[in-house]
């Protein structure tokens, strides 16, 4: 138990303090280090080393670049005018090509602070200009964001299948489902308060127009397709499909979009930045973990939810409010380092199916995005739309409900998680 207090006591200490992530849970290592009596340096430092020498973590730099590329070349534009022609004639359109073109970027970046970032500084203002009240669209913006990390390619997916070594490849079609159902979830929501508030309906687009735009857009489309059935297929694996996405990403960048290689030098530093913040979390996450392990935190929590209930509906709701309360104050890629390890022995016990606990991990902690006082995604999009973080988050709160109302259907029905990953032997 004492091991338990420090762990947690340093780790909201040194968050509240305003300490980067990575060097707060590097901090923590330290302590809990000294405090279990272990003061060989060299145990930490292989620790570290060994955090990152994981093969299927190659997967991230490489789904970041091509990312980068596909960002960079204006494949969003594309993306926001293909799902404007598909949803903009529906009430309230603007808000509906928000949720969809959201759905369609996370099969290219993956990641809801991208989503946020590249799709709500062109969306947030296209809708206040067309009559939306600015909170909604803001609101919108930041709640379908979310999508990012669960629908594949997705970097939260292949960090949790490197730390549980579990198959990537399943964890990202199970995630599919999971996503589509919250964008689902999101459009009927925005149709409600289109309705509600009497927003406009975008300009319909004839079949020609249609053709023209999705010519333009089918190059993001395809790159989602080439990932998952080369996956599918046995063609490459889940890492190798980050490289396969790099080359695809070239390929269009200079034959399609015609960068200049000049462009490549930002591009390449987007990326290496990007990718060694999140290294540097996965280091001294992994150590942290690897003491917490010595110290049979597993084990011991383990004891303590068994003696609250076996039953399995129970822990499963135990699990999300935990989630939910650490998505509160941690961001999504550190809490799946440091929590994989502890809550996944647990769930076995359980008789959870590692593939269903991922995807509800992974999914409750990206609604943690988007939730004070820590949610990454809440502070890119109030620093775009320039509204305050308050008013953003009352306008939220229904939404909230909306994406814990999912969250329960893919947690108690795990058919919605488990049939895609069941055409994978």
Same mark, same amino acid.
Not at 62 to 88: P, Q, R, T
Not at 110 to 138: C, H, N, Q, R, T
Not at 168 to 178: C, E, N, R, S, T
Not at 307 to 320: E, P, R
């Given at each position: ?22 060097? =707060? ?19 930490? #430092? ?129 995630? =599919? ?26 300009? =319909? ?78 280091? #001294? ?141």
């Amino acid at each position: 138990m004492e091991v338990i207090l420090i762990f947690l006591g340093s780790l909201i200490g040194f968050t509240v303090l305003g300490v980067p992530i990575g060097f =707060a849970i590097g901090l923590t290592t330290v302590i809990l280090m000294f405090a279990m009596g272990m003061t060989d340096a060299m145990v930490l #430092a292989r620790r570290l080393i060994t955090g990152v020498d994981i093969y299927t973590l190659l997967a991230i730099p490489f789904f970041m670049l091509a990312g980068e590329i596909l960002n960079k070349v204006g494949l969003v534009n594309d993306i926001l005018k293909f799902s404007s022609a598909v949803v903009g004639r529906i009430k309230g359109g603007l808000a509906a090509v928000n949720v969809l073109a959201s759905m369609l970027f996370a099969g290219i970046s993956g990641s809801a602070v991208a989503d946020a970032a590249a799709l709500g500084s062109l969306e947030i203002p296209m809708m206040e200009k067309d009559g939306y009240d600015k909170p909604f669209s803001s609101a919108i913006t930041a709640a379908s964001s979310v999508i990012g990390p669960i629908i594949p390619p997705s970097i939260p997916m292949i960090i949790l299948g490197s730390l549980a070594q579990i198959s990537i490849a399943k964890l990202f079609l199970g995630g =599919a489902i999971p996503g589509i159902l919250i964008g689902l979830a999101l459009l009927g929501y925005s149709f409600f308060i289109a309705k509600k508030r009497n927003y406009p309906v975008s300009k =319909a687009v004839n079949f020609k127009e249609f053709i023209e735009v999705f010519k333009n857009t089918v190059w993001a489309l395809i790159l989602p397709l080439i990932i998952l059935g080369g996956i599918l297929g046995g063609l490459f694996t889940a890492t190798e499909a980050g490289a396969v996405a790099v080359i695809y990403a070239v390929i269009i960048s200079f034959a399609v979009y015609k960068v200049k290689v000049k462009d490549y030098i930002d591009i390449l530093k987007g990326a290496a930045l990007s990718t060694g913040v999140v290294m540097l979390v996965c280091a #001294a996450a992994m150590a942290l973990t690897w003491f917490l392990a010595v110290a049979q935190l597993p084990q011991i929590l383990t004891a303590i939810l068994m003696n609250i209930t076996k039953n399995k509906l129970i822990f499963l709701f135990v699990l999300n409010v935990l989630l939910f309360i650490v998505g509160m104050v941690i961001d999504l890629t550190p809490a799946l380092f440091l929590l994989t390890p502890i809550l996944l022995p647990i769930s076995n016990v359980y008789g959870i199916d590692p593939i269903h606990f991922g995807v509800i991990m992974v999914a409750n902690l990206c609604i943690g995005l988007i939730t004070p006082p820590v949610g990454t995604v809440l502070y890119v999009t109030t620093s775009i739309s320039k509204i305050k973080l308050e008013v953003l988050i009352k306008e939220l709160v229904p939404m909230y409900l909306v994406l814990f109302i999912v969250l329960m259907l893919i947690t108690y029905v795990p058919f919605t998680v488990l049939w895609l990953p069941s055409f994978i032997k």
